[in-house]
């Protein structure tokens, strides 16, 4: 019996999701899409691009892994209305054997301006334990093509943005060292 290989022959830099659309029911008192549903379209995207990967649902029912969200920066930059289509890109910036870092933005499907900006980073989980584990050689076989790919793509000028007031930037960068990190 032979094994079929499952790497991907090549990856689109970036990756570019199906055209989606703003629902009506998205739309709060401000007369634009609500903050929560552009995390809903980057979850979307995030979804296909991963599946790609070999990380989507399958994954999940076949090998019982997943994987989590463990932190996430968004930048809104303009207001997304009812029925506006839009596009998600995705770049792999970086991974390793149990997360991986990327950098995604919502883009108006027709006029291709930046309606929002977003970094995350996603742990991978084994759903048994629900503790962090490694990824499997295929899954980690993937991530490196596609990584390969996406090393042409410019760096984000978004990426590790810190949040702050700017007068007091330079004492948060400080206290940056004796945080956390993932």
């Known amino acids: 019996m032979t ?5 991907p022959v090549f990856f689109f830099a970036p990756f570019v ?21 552009y995390h809903v379209l980057f979850d979307r995207a995030l979804d296909e691009g991963f599946s790609l990967i070999g990380l989507g649902r399958e994954y999940l029912e076949e090998r019982k892994s997943s994987s989590f969200a463990a932190e996430i920066h968004t930048l809104y930059k303009r207001e997304l209305k009812v029925r506006d289509q839009v596009r998600v890109t995705l770049q792999l910036v970086d991974y390793d ?21 977003m970094e995350g980073l996603s742990l991978h989980v084994d759903m048994e334990t629900r503790k962090v584990s490694p990824f499997p050689e295929d899954i980690f076989a993937n991530l490196a093509v596609m990584k390969a790919a996406h ?3 410019q760096r984000p000028q978004a990426l590790g943005r810190i949040i702050g007031v700017p007068a007091r930037l330079e004492k948060h960068e400080a206290l940056l060292a004796l945080g956390t990190r993932h």
């Not at 094994?3 to 790497?7: N, P, S, V």
């Not at 054997?97 to 929002?116: L, N, P, Q, S």
């Open 3 to 7: 094994m079929e290989k499952k790497t």
């Open 17 to 37: 999701s199906s055209t989606m659309r703003v629902e009506p029911a998205w739309i709060d008192y401000n007369g634009h899409m609500n903050m929560a549903y």
């Open 97 to 117: 054997e149990k997360r991986i870092h990327y950098y995604m933005e919502i883009r108006h499907a027709t006029d291709g301006w930046v309606a929002a900006t």
């Open 151 to 153: 090393t042409r793509l």
